[in-house]
Nanobody, 122 residues
Framework: QVQLVESGGGLVQAGDSLRLSCAASGRTLSSYAMGWFRQATGKEREFVAAIRWSGGRTYSTDSVMGRFTISRDNAKNTVYLQMNSLKPEDTAVYYC???????????????WGKGTLVTVSS
C-alpha cells in the first residue's frame, strides 16, 4: 500500500506561483513512478506531470510545459509540483498519484491522494 497526502493548494492571482507537495509513505516507494493529475469542475481528470522515482526523468502535458516542474526528494519521500505563471484555466483539484510506470490515463493510476484545490483568479 502507498499513502499520499497533498498540501500547498490555495487561492492565487494569475501570474503567481505555487508549490504543491505530496508526502508519500508505504513500502517499496522506489519501485513507483509519481505524478500529478488535476480535475476542473465539470471536466474530466487529466494528466499534468510525472517523474520516475529513480533516475528523475520527467514528463508533462503540453499545456503546462515551461510553467510547471515536477521534482522529488527521495530522502523525504516527497514529490513537488512547482507551478509558475499560473492561469485561471489551471484552477482545479490537483491529485498526487503513484503507479508502477509512467501513466497519463487516470484508470491506470494505482494510488491517489485526496487532492488539494488550486484556484487562480484573473
Amino acid at each position: 500500500q502507498v499513502q499520499l497526502v497533498e498540501s500547498g493548494g490555495g487561492l492565487v492571482q494569475a501570474g503567481d506561483s505555487l508549490r504543491l507537495s505530496c508526502a508519500a509513505s508505504g513500502r517499496t516507494l522506489s519501485s513507483y513512478a509519481m505524478g500529478w493529475f488535476r480535475q476542473a469542475t465539470g471536466k474530466e481528470r487529466e494528466f499534468v506531470a510525472a517523474i520516475r522515482w529513480s533516475g528523475g526523468r520527467t514528463y508533462s502535458t503540453d499545456s503546462v510545459m515551461g510553467r510547471f516542474t515536477i521534482s522529488r526528494d527521495n530522502a523525504k519521500n516527497t514529490v513537488y509540483l512547482q507551478m509558475n505563471s499560473l492561469k485561471p484555466e489551471d484552477t482545479a483539484v490537483y491529485y498526487c498519484t503513484a503507479h508502477k510506470s509512467i501513466v497519463t490515463i487516470p484508470s491506470l493510476v494505482d494510488y491517489w491522494g485526496k487532492g488539494t484545490l488550486v484556484t487562480v483568479s484573473s
